[in-house]
C-alpha cells in the first residue's frame, strides 16, 4: 500500500514526479536505503524548484523537503488526527527506526456515517397530517397514539411522551420520589443522562461496575453497593443488549428498591421473552436521531402503574392539577412531546419489528464479513435469556490501539464511535464511584460501527490494518 507513496532519494526529480502522478495524491515519501523516512515532495516542491532553475535530472534528496510531520506507531491517534487537515493529507507513521511503515490520511468525505435515521412515505404522511390540522404543538391525536402504540410495542399498559429521553429519565426519578439523601445505583459504562439526572435531583448517584460479557451493569456489584440510603437502580441496556433482569428484580424486591431501566439503546429487547421497559417501575426511552427508532429528538416513560403514569402526566404539564387548571400542587416542568414529533414516531413505531430485523441483517452481515478480522471481538449475541437487538454495531478491538483504529477507519471513509468513556474515569463524577474495573477496560476498547437500514455494503478489506 505504502509503496505508491515512496521513492528512494537518490533518484530524480523525473522520477518523483511520477511517483506523485501514479498515485494521485500530490505527494512522495522519500526514503533512504534502509527505508527511513528522510523527506517528502508535493507536486508543488517540484514545481517550485524547477522555477528556481532544477532540473528534472535533479537528485530528490537536493531538493526534498526534510521539514515534515510525521507521527509514531506509539502516538495516540487523537494526536496524529490533530495534524492531519486540509493542507497536511497525508501523515506517514514511523517505526522506532524511523522506517515509514503506514499513513493516516484525510478524507473530508465520509461515505458511512454512524447512523442515518429511516424515515419513509409513511412518517412524511403522518406529519405533514399533523401539519395540516395545526394540532402542531402538544396536543392532537398522535400523541396518544403514539404513546399507546409503543408502550403496547414494550409489553407496557402506558407511556408518558417526552421530549428527550434525558427528561424521561427526570421524569422517572422525580415520579418515584427520588430526593436528596437519596443514593441511585447507575452504571460505570453509560451515556452521561442515566448520572446527570440522577444529580438533577441533588440525589447522590452510585457508579458500580458492568460485567466482563454483557458490558452491563453487574448485579454482584449493586449488591455490595446498597447502602440503607439506597433508593433505586438505574439498569442501562447498554448498546441494545439487556441487562441481567433477574437478578436485578431480585435484588430491588430484598432490599425495597425502585428500578427504572435506562431503555435508551434497547427498543424492543429482551429478557426471558419480556420487552426491556416492563421489569422496573418505570421505562425510559429515547428517540434520538441516532436510536433504533426517531421522532428527532424525543423520549417515553413506559409503565404498568397507573398511578406512576398519571404522575408522570401531571410532572410533564407544569405539575399542573388535572381537576383544577392552573391549580399547582407540585412544581412541575414542560417535558411535552409535540404532535409534529409523535407522528413521526406513529409511523415509526408502526414499522418497527421491520426496522429491528433490518438492523438485525445488518449486524448478521457485519458477524459473517469481518470472521477472519480475529482483533474484533462482537457484543456476545448469545448469553441465556438474553435478546439482544442491534442499535449500533458493537466490538471490542483487541491487540490494537483502539484510537488508531477509529482514525484508520475514518481513511477508509467509515464514521465509527469509541465506547463510553467510564463515568468514574471523569473528575466531576470520580467521587460518586463504588467500582469500575471491567468497564474501563470495555470502555478503551469498544467501537460502535455504522449501523442504519439504508447501508449498502460493507468491505471487509477497510476493517484491516
Ligand atoms: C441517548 C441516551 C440517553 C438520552 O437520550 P436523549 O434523547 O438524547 O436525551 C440516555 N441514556 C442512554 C443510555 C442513551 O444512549
Redesign the pocket.
Known amino acids: 500500500m505504502i509503496d505508491e507513496l515512496t521513492i528512494s532519494s537518490d533518484k530524480t526529480l523525473l522520477d518523483v514526479l511520477k511517483v506523485i502522478q501514479g498515485n494521485g495524491k500530490g505527494i512522495a515519501f522519500l526514503l533512504d536505503n534502509e527505508g527511513k523516512l528522510k523527506g517528502i515532495l508535493t507536486d508543488g516542491d517540484i514545481r517550485r524548484a524547477l522555477l528556481a532553475g532544477f532540473g528534472l535530472q535533479e537528485i530528490a534528496e537536493n531538493v526534498m523537503n526534510r521539514d515534515f510531520v510525521s507521527v509514531n506507531y506509539s502516538d495516540s491517534s487523537e494526536s496524529a488526527m490533530s495534524k492531519l487537515d486540509q493542507r497536511v493529507r497525508i501523515i506517514p507513521i514511523l517505526d522506532k527506526a524511523g522506517r515509514m511503515k503506514d499513513y493516516y490520511e484525510f478524507k473530508s468525505e465520509i461515505h458511512l456515517p454512524v447512523a442515518i435515521p429511516e424515515l419513509g412515505e409513511k412518517e412524511l404522511k403522518y406529519l405533514v397530517d399533523a401539519f395540516l390540522s395545526t394540532w402542531i404543538s402538544s396536543s392532537g391525536k398522535y400523541i396518544e397514539l403514539f404513546e399507546q402504540k409503543f408502550s403496547s410495542f414494550c409489553d407496557c399498559q402506558y407511556g408518558a411522551a417526552v421530549s ?4 424521561a ?1 427526570h421524569l422517572a426519578l422525580k415520579t418515584l420520589g427520588i430526593k436528596e439523601g437519596d443514593e441511585v445505583i447507575v452504571p460505570d459504562l ?2 452521561v ?2 448520572i446527570n439526572t440522577v444529580l438533577y435531583c441533588n440525589a447522590t448517584p452510585v457508579i458500580v461496575d458492568v460485567e466482563k460479557d454483557s458490558w452491563c451493569i453487574d448485579p454482584h456489584e449493586i449488591e455490595k453497593a446498597v447502602t440503607p440510603r439506597t433508593k433505586a437502580i438505574i439498569p ?1 441496556h ?1 448498546y441494545g443488549q439487556p441487562c441481567n433482569m433477574d437478578q436485578i428484580m431480585d435484588i430491588a424486591k430484598r432490599k425495597d428498591l425502585f428500578v427504572i431501566e ?1 431503555c ?2 434497547a427498543h424492543g429487547a429482551c429478557y426471558k421473552g419480556r420487552k426491556v421497559g416492563s421489569f422496573g417501575e418505570i421505562g ?1 426511552f ?3 436521531g441516532n ?1 433504533v427508532i426517531t421522532t428527532g ?3 417515553m416513560c413506559v409503565t404498568n402503574s397507573s398511578e406512576l403514569n398519571e404522575q408522570m402526566r401531571i410532572l410533564r404539564d407544569h405539575g399542573m392539577s388535572k381537576r383544577k387548571k392552573y391549580w399547582h400542587d407540585l412544581i412541575g416542568y414542560n417535558y411535552r412531546m409535540t404532535n409534529l414529533q409523535a407522528a413521526i414516531g406513529v409511523a415509526q413505531v408502526e414499522r418497527i419489528d421491520e426496522i429491528l430485523s433490518e438492523r438485525k441483517k445488518i449486524e448478521t452481515n457485519y458477524r459473517k464479513e469481518l470472521k477472519d478480522i480475529d482483533f474484533l471481538e462482537f457484543q456476545k449475541d448469545d448469553l441465556p435469556n438474553r435478546n439482544k437487538i442491534t442499535w449500533l454495531v458493537s466490538a471490542l478491538v483487541n491487540r490494537h490501539n483502539r484510537d488508531s483504529y477509529i482514525v484508520h477507519l475514518s481513511s477508509k471513509g467509515l464514521e465509527t464511535r469509541p465506547f463510553f468513556y467510564s463515568l468514574g474515569s471523569m473528575d466531576i463524577y470520580k467521587k460518586y464511584l463504588f467500582s469500575n474495573k471491567n468497564s474501563l477496560s470495555i470502555s478503551s476498547r469498544g467501537i460502535n460501527f455504522p449501523t442504519f437500514c439504508s447501508i449498502k455494503e460493507i468491505k471487509k478489506e477497510w476493517f484491516y490494518v
Open positions: 428527550n429521553g434525558t427528561v429519565l453509560t451515556f443522562a442515566t442501562v447498554l435506562d435508551a439503546e425510559c429515547s428517540f434520538y436510536k429528538e424525543g423520549g
